[in-house]
């Protein structure tokens, strides 16, 4: 499986909103509605802030949302803050309980 | 919820190593648990997953015949043993808790550093 692409940065200053796409095939992000997403700050294990696509874990601020059409799924970050500043990282399953990340997104915060 | 992980370290190219997680917090033995690594300065790599009762494991490619994971209800613990060990080999590894209802991995370790190295 190949990873699943996502640009390789964003920027936006603080309060604006970002997106993150991630793009698969039909056979992962668009066969399944289970694309999640990660962040990462530096030096620190990732987080999971989005399963099932649109789904947030208890926690996390509704600031991050999540969508999906088609083979590419996007996370968008509303009212940009500084904590936001971290690596992002798409994941979706590709059956037989297999599944493939994304190649990550370094946000910026300007 | 939390995750421990041990036993990193460097290791020579054809080495072996074992890695270990202790989990507290949660029902160990109701979730599927699973070992993802991240090569320096690099993305994310599933390397295994395990089911609740020990029964059904998973392995990409890249370490398929080298790394074994396993696990003990008993004691919370995760465990991954890697032999053959390669340069590439070479990541920080998390041990993650697969999330109950969906393909996703809610709760991860602190990881742990493997150097594969002369």
């Known amino acids: 499986q190949s990873a699943l692409t996502q640009p390789r940065s964003v920027s936006g200053s603080p309060g604006q909103s970002v997106t993150i796409s991630c793009t698969g095939t039909?056979?992962?992000?668009?066969?399944?509605?289970?694309v999640s997403w990660f962040q990462q700050h530096p030096g620190k294990a990732p987080k999971l802030i989005i399963y099932d696509v649109t789904k947030r874990p208890s926690g996390v601020p509704d600031r991050f949302s999540g969508s999906k059409s088609g083979n590419t799924a996007s996370l968008t970050i509303s009212g940009l803050q500084d904590d936001d500043e971290a690596d992002y990282y798409c994941?979706?399953?590709?059956?037989?309980?297999?599944?493939?990340f994304g190649t990550g997104t370094k946000v910026s915060i300007l | 919820v939390q995750l421990v992980e041990s036993g990193g370290n460097l290791v020579k190219p054809g080495g072996s190593l074992r890695l270990s997680c202790a989990a507290s917090?949660?029902?160990?033995?109701?979730?599927?648990m699973t070992w993802i690594r991240q090569a320096p300065g690099k993305g994310l790599e599933r390397v295994s997953y395990i089911s609740s009762g020990g029964t059904y494991t998973y392995y990409p490619d890249s370490v398929k015949g080298r790394f074994t994971i396993s696990r003990d209800n008993v004691e919370n613990s995760l465990y991954l043993q890697m032999n053959s060990l390669r340069a590439e080999d070479t990541a920080v590894y998390y041990c993650?808790?697969?999330?109950?209802?969906?393909?996703?991995?809610?709760?991860w370790g602190q990881g742990t550093l493997v150097t594969v190295s002369t």
């Open positions: 994941c979706s399953y590709a059956g037989s309980y297999t599944g493939v």
């Open positions: 917090g949660f029902t160990f033995s109701d979730y599927y």
């Open positions: 039909s056979s992962d992000v668009g066969a399944y509605n289970y």
């Open positions: 993650a808790r697969v999330h109950a209802t969906s393909y996703s991995f809610d709760y």
